[in-house]
């Protein structure tokens, strides 16, 4: 069965700098590869995903993430971080026939 | 216009009761699913449902049982509450395959006392 991990626990970084959120996964075909993202007390919202195609996928709110197969990862990154986006992000690797794995989450603090 | 409703929103019980929290789609979807999240924020399915098959995480206790009345909704019982069942419970749906893009519900958060 597939799994997906997420190295971070928490990340801090500054309102303005650069973000990158690391997701491993493990599956022996290519995968389904999705973010969300989880605000305080709110439910689960897709940034973007990836089935097939151009490994580089753009997402909302300024997000992209890329495919690289040969790492197992799916990274999620943004050029410059705003406040609104401190909450706790997933990856989420799925693969057919199978239900869709959430790793443990990443909580990204955003600094003034 | 909400997408996936789910209620109520906050629920308090005490251990040994019996409860059930609702969930709606309005997207048309065919899949619907519920999720625990712990304490940990770590996600788990528990079920996914569509109108042909029932697929239920073997790790869920058999006082978990999802009922669906038609395909828009997707409600959780839950027979004899204990301790460890406090947790967020989150309802999504899809449509079509099950790794198709989910859309979650806001979450019910539960509490045993």
């Known amino acids: 069965a597939q799994s997906v991990t997420q190295p971070d626990i928490h990340i801090t970084v500054s309102e303005g700098a650069s973000l990158e959120l690391r997701c491993n996964y493990s599956?022996?075909?290519?995968?389904?590869l999705f973010w969300y993202v989880q605000s305080p007390g709110q439910g689960l919202q897709l940034l973007l995903k990836?089935?097939?195609?151009?490994?580089l996928v753009q997402g909302i709110k300024g997000f992209e993430a890329e495919f690289k197969r040969s790492q197992s990862s799916f990274n999620l990154r943004k050029p410059s971080v705003h406040w609104s986006d401190a909450a706790e992000y997933f990856c989420?690797?799925?693969?057919?026939?199978?239900?869709?794995?959430f790793g443990a989450g990443t909580r990204l603090t955003v600094k003034p | 216009d909400t997408a996936v409703s789910q209620t109520p929103k906050y629920l308090v019980t005490q251990m040994g009761n019996d409860k059930s929290i609702k969930c709606e789609q309005n997207?048309?979807?065919?899949?619907m699913y519920w999720y625990k999240q712990d304490s940990k924020k770590f996600l788990k399915i528990m079920f996914s449902?569509?109108?042909?098959?029932?697929?239920i995480n073997e790790t869920v206790p058999n006082r978990f049982s999802p009922k669906s009345p038609d395909k828009a909704h997707l409600n959780l019982h839950i027979n004899s509450l204990e301790l460890g069942d406090s947790a967020v419970y989150f309802c999504?749906?899809?449509?079509?395959?099950?790794?198709?893009?989910?859309?979650f519900g806001p979450g019910t958060r539960l509490t045993v006392l």
């Open positions: 989420a690797v799925g693969a057919q026939g199978n239900d869709m794995r």
């Open positions: 999504a749906s899809s449509q079509g395959l099950r790794n198709n893009e989910q859309f």
């Open positions: 997207l048309g979807h065919d899949t």
């Open positions: 449902y569509n109108n042909k098959e029932l697929i």
């Open positions: 990836y089935f097939s195609g151009d490994t």
């Open positions: 599956y022996g075909a290519t995968p389904y």
